[in-house]
């Protein structure tokens, strides 16, 4: 079945530091891949996505996530997070419907 | 544009009784999708409907329904409610599918007694 694994539940960073949050999916096909983030009292948002093509694709606010096919991974990457960037973060997949990881929640300390 | 909206944003029912959750998609999106939000499950889809047609189906049991209008709004209707039900419904929408990019809903926070 369809699933989408996101591997870290809660990270905690300073302002400055780098992150990558994992997201692993078993689906053997073709994949729309997408992270979304839900700041604190807003509503869920777009911050990038894959179809196709380069697979280092860049999103908003700096964001960026890279496909690799043989790991069957998408991760996300900010080289440098802000206070701002804390947030809960979800990875998903849609083949012929949507599945959403689990989600991290991101706390960067100022 | 004005986003996706949905009403009500709150909602306190008892076991047994019915419920219905609106959604009104972003003009011009022809698809709206549903999902459950839980600090169980995460995010959990229920189904998706494009041009007053169901195109897809979560793995809920029929007590969960939807249909979509012909301006695309949305309802979900769940009956016989029981306490796991309680949760943050969702409703996302695109111009063509849940392929391309959702834009979501405030949601509706359930609540079941």
């Known amino acids: 079945a369809q699933s989408v694994s996101q591997h870290n539940h809660h990270v905690i960073l300073s302002e400055a530091a780098s992150l990558e949050l994992g997201c692993n999916y078993s689906?053997?096909?073709?994949?729309?891949l997408f992270w979304y983030v839900q700041y604190p009292g807003q509503h869920l948002q777009l911050l990038l996505k894959y179809f196709s093509g380069d697979p280092l694709v860049k999103g908003i606010k700096g964001f960026e996530a890279e496909f690799i096919k043989s790991k069957f991974s998408f991760n996300l990457r900010k080289p440098s997070v802000q206070w701002s960037d804390t947030a809960e973060y979800f990875c998903a997949v849609n083949v012929n419907d949507m599945r959403f990881g689990a989600g991290t929640r991101l706390t960067v300390k100022p | 544009k004005a986003g996706v909206t949905q009403t009500p944003r709150y909602l306190i029912k008892t076991r047994g009784q019915q419920v219905t959750l609106s959604c009104s998609p972003i003009?011009?999106?022809?698809?709206v999708s549903w999902y459950q939000q839980t600090p169980g499950q995460g995010l959990q889809f229920l189904f998706e409907?494009?041009?007053?047609?169901?195109?897809n189906k979560g793995n809920f049991p029929g007590r969960f329904s939807g249909r979509q209008f012909s301006n695309s709004r949305s309802e979900m209707n769940v009956s016989t409610l029981e306490l796991g039900d309680s949760a943050l419904y969702l409703c996302a929408s695109s111009f063509l599918g849940s392929q391309e990019t959702q834009y979501f809903g405030p949601g509706t926070r359930l609540l079941v007694l």
């Open positions: 003009s011009g999106h022809r698809s």
């Open positions: 689906y053997g096909g073709t994949v729309n």
């Open positions: 409907y494009f041009s007053e047609t169901q195109r």
